[in-house]
């Protein structure tokens, strides 16, 4: 197995100090102030200088483009990853259908739950604690599988998308945009913007791509790692720009380390190093085993 997506028995330890860096206070001070916190993933951009709030939830918005002819009040789909649930709220708003919204960190689901409450919309959305390797759902039992952003924190990408498709109806979709290294890409060059992100390696593109044709996929990539680029530049200029509220939000330890580490993923995306899009696969056969 390629150190793109290798089988890791640490998996269990990752998941935790994945978890961990999530819950804490810089973190979710960081995506509220900075992100909005709504949508946690890069956003596809209308301009260079747009707010990243907007942009993020545009990706939702492209994203659900996508599915949309097997969305309706009578759909179900599993949110992997899902973070403060923006993804979840748009989807079941827009649709009507019901949402099933699974993330490791029980902090962020109940700040998802009561959003949900908020928004009148948690008879739609069941939030659920677990892990992306042991989807506690049967087989053939959802109309879509959505994540965005996700699956560069798994060490076992093999099994999370076999799960995913394990769940996924004949007929269904599996979309999902990651943050990937460039076919070419030595791992030492992007680890060092990784290392605060927790994230010890990335798929590629192909990875994906084989890997869901031997799954009985049939899968398109929309290659946007232009976004990408976009995306760092500008939480890079809002961090230097805000630095002083920033100052009275964050810790100074953590500050410093966002003004340290984020010129690294601006520099490693402007050089081509990262890719990044949206996968789009439809499931046209009856269970498939890895």
Not at 170 to 185: C, Q
Not at 212 to 237: I, K, M, N, V
Not at 241 to 253: C, H, V
């Amino acid at each position: 197995m390629s150190d793109h997506a290798r089988n890791d028995s640490s998996a269990p330890d990752h998941e935790e100090s994945t978890r961990r860096y999530y819950e804490t206070s810089d973190v979710d001070a960081f995506y509220d102030a900075v992100w909005g916190g709504e949508d946690i993933h890069i956003g596809v951009y209308a301009h260079p200088q747009e707010a990243i709030a907007n942009a993020s939830h545009r990706t939702v918005q492209h994203a659900a483009d996508r599915i949309a002819d097997l969305l309706g009040p009578d759909a179900t789909v599993l949110d992997l990853g899902s973070g403060y649930g923006g993804s979840a709220r748009a989807l079941a708003e827009r649709f009507g259908c019901r949402v099933v919204a699974l993330d490791l960190s029980e902090e962020h689901n109940r700040r998802h739950r009561t959003a949900n409450i908020r928004h009148g919309l948690d008879g739609l959305i069941e939030v659920v604690t677990g892990s992306l390797n042991h989807l506690p759902y049967k087989a053939e039992h959802f109309d879509a599988v959505w994540s965005l952003e996700v699956l560069c924190h798994v060490t076992d990408r093999d099994t999370a998308l076999a799960e995913a498709v394990r769940v996924l109806k004949p007929g269904g979709a599996l979309v999902f945009s990651d943050i990937m290294a460039a076919e070419e890409t030595p791992a030492p060059a992007v680890r060092p913007a990784l290392s605060r992100l927790g994230v010890q390696s990335l798929a590629t593109p192909s990875f994906y791509l084989q890997s869901l044709s031997r799954l009985g996929l049939e899968t398109d990539f929309e290659d946007r790692t232009a976004d990408l680029t976009t995306h760092y530049a500008r939480l890079d200029e809002e961090v230097r720009r805000r630095k002083p509220e920033l100052r009275r939000a964050i810790s100074p330890a953590y500050l410093d380390d966002l003004l340290t580490n984020l010129p690294l993923w601006t520099d490693i995306t402007r050089r081509r190093l990262l890719r990044w899009g949206l996968f789009h696969a439809r499931r046209t056969t009856a269970r498939t085993r890895p």
